[in-house]
C-alpha cells in the first residue's frame, strides 16, 4: 500500500512539473504590436485639395484585442472618414523585410494655404495608443 502510495506521489509531481515547464508566464502571452506608419508623406495642390486619399496605417507583431486606427490634427476643413479595423492576430516582416499593409486610414485633405502640416496616425487596442507622424506638404505644384 505504501509503495502504490508512493509512486502516485511520485507521478503526480512529475506531472505538476511537465505542466509548469509547458506554462508560459502571463507576461509572454501580452500582445506585442508596433505601429509601422512612419515617414508618410502626401502632397497636395492648395487649390484643389485632395478630397479622397488615404495613408497606411501598418501594425506588427502580435496582439490579441482589435486594434482600430486613425488620423489626428489634420488642416483645417480635413477630415479622416474612418480608419481599418484590425483583427486579433499576427503581422511580421517576411524575409525580404517586406511587411504586409494591414491598416489604412480614408483621408479628406481640403484645399489650404500653402504650407507644411503634421498631422498623426495613430493605433489603439483599447490598452494601449501608438502614433507616428504624417506630413501633409500643400504646394502650388506637386
Given at each position: 500500500m505504501k509503495a502504490s502510495r508512493r509512486g502516485a506521489g511520485l507521478l503526480l509531481g512529475l506531472v505538476s512539473a511537465l505542466t509548469l515547464v509547458g506554462t508560459s508566464p502571463a507576461s509572454a502571452s501580452a500582445s506585442t504590436w508596433t505601429l509601422e506608419a512612419e515617414g508618410q508623406r502626401i502632397c497636395v495642390r492648395s487649390s484643389h485639395g485632395w478630397p479622397n486619399t488615404y495613408a497606411v496605417a501598418p501594425v506588427s507583431g502580435t496582439w490579441t484585442s482589435t486594434i482600430t486606427t486613425g488620423v489626428r490634427d489634420l488642416p483645417p476643413g480635413s477630415s479622416s472618414m474612418g480608419g481599418s479595423t484590425?483583427?486579433?492576430?499576427?503581422?511580421?516582416?517576411?524575409?525580404?523585410?517586406?511587411?504586409?499593409?494591414?491598416?489604412?486610414?480614408?483621408?479628406?485633405?481640403?484645399?489650404a494655404p500653402v504650407g507644411e502640416y503634421t498631422a498623426e496616425i495613430w493605433a489603439t487596442d483599447g490598452k494601449e495608443t501608438q502614433t507616428d507622424p504624417l506630413l501633409i506638404v500643400v504646394r502650388d505644384r506637386c
Amino acid at each position: 500500500m505504501k509503495a502504490s502510495r508512493r509512486g502516485a506521489g511520485l507521478l503526480l509531481g512529475l506531472v505538476s512539473a511537465l505542466t509548469l515547464v509547458g506554462t508560459s508566464p502571463a507576461s509572454a502571452s501580452a500582445s506585442t504590436w508596433t505601429l509601422e506608419a512612419e515617414g508618410q508623406r502626401i502632397c497636395v495642390r492648395s487649390s484643389h485639395g485632395w478630397p479622397n486619399t488615404y495613408a497606411v496605417a501598418p501594425v506588427s507583431g502580435t496582439w490579441t484585442s482589435t486594434i482600430t486606427t486613425g488620423v489626428r490634427d489634420l488642416p483645417p476643413g480635413s477630415s479622416s472618414m474612418g480608419g481599418s479595423t484590425i483583427a486579433p492576430g499576427t503581422n511580421d516582416r517576411r524575409p525580404d523585410g517586406a511587411l504586409v499593409i494591414n491598416g489604412f486610414v480614408h483621408l479628406s485633405i481640403a484645399p489650404a494655404p500653402v504650407g507644411e502640416y503634421t498631422a498623426e496616425i495613430w493605433a489603439t487596442d483599447g490598452k494601449e495608443t501608438q502614433t507616428d507622424p504624417l506630413l501633409i506638404v500643400v504646394r502650388d505644384r506637386c
